[in-house]
């Protein structure tokens, strides 16, 4: 095969010459990083700052410890009973279910905004996601998990 102008084969050991495209890119990229140099003063301000606001607090803090800075918090009183008492799964299944249409209500937004872009397709897909939600939250229903005894 022959080729005319300068080798493109990697082998042959001759360098391609730069094309006009690769050069943009490059002066592109180089103004890109020069927009962030600015910052350079500010982010070793910012590091800077971190360092001694970790550092002096623990190199001047008062050690002395005690059994009453050992013993866990508990409003100001006395602890009461075991740490290790039985908690109903009933707290953790709302927790759970209210945190699964917090999360619906958060995807909703997005698909609402931008609904005319999205078009029909992108309606049905938010009326599968409503669908399959409403079902769970009918399982939900059936089996008691909002009934609070």
């Known amino acids: 095969m022959v080729r005319a102008g300068p080798s493109t084969h990697w082998r042959s050991g001759l360098q391609r010459a730069p094309s006009v495209m690769g050069v943009m890119l490059a002066v592109q990229a180089s103004s890109r990083v020069a927009e962030y140099v600015p ?7 910012v590091l800077g700052m ?3 606001l970790l550092t002096v607090p623990h190199l001047l803090a008062k050690k002395s410890s ?3 800075k050992s013993s866990p918090y508990e409003c100001g009183l006395p602890a009461q009973g075991s740490a290790r ?5 009933h707290f953790y299944l709302v927790a759970v279910l209210f945190i699964l249409f917090d999360i619906e209500a958060v995807f909703l937004f997005p698909w609402a ?6 078009g029909p397709v992108g309606f049905s897909g938010a009326v599968v996601f409503v669908a399959v939600l409403g079902l769970g939250l009918a399982y939900a229903w059936r089996k008691g998990v909002l009934d609070w005894k």
């Open 66 to 68: 005690s059994a009453a």
């Open 50 to 52: 971190v360092g001694v």
């Open 85 to 89: 008492r039985r908690i109903s799964i």
């Open 113 to 118: 905004v931008a609904l005319q872009q999205l």
């Open 39 to 45: 910052l350079l003063p500010y982010l070793v301000f």
